[in-house]
């Protein structure tokens, strides 16, 4: 599997589970908002999965370093 399937499958689990993050919680917050009606209108569906891989990323990163 290559790392953008790998990004995908590990971004699903964790949007599925509520975008847990020990170190953070509130970005649990801002994430469902962003994937909420109220940001449809502000922003286009491209930005908020760029910013749900962008912090994944971050997340495995993190792990891996």
């Known amino acids: 599997?290559?790392?953008?399937?790998?990004i995908a499958v590990k971004l699903a689990g964790w949007r599925a589970a509520g975008y847990p993050h020990e170190q953070y919680p509130a970005i649990?917050?801002?994430?469902?908002?962003?994937?909420?009606?109220?940001?449809v209108e502000r922003f286009a569906p491209?930005?908020?999965c760029f910013l749900r891989t962008l912090h994944s990323v971050s997340l495995l990163t993190d792990k891996v370093a």
């Open 28 to 39: 649990a917050e801002i994430l469902d908002w962003l994937s909420g009606r109220d940001a």
């Open 46 to 48: 491209a930005v908020t």
């Open 1 to 6: 599997m290559q790392l953008p399937q790998r």
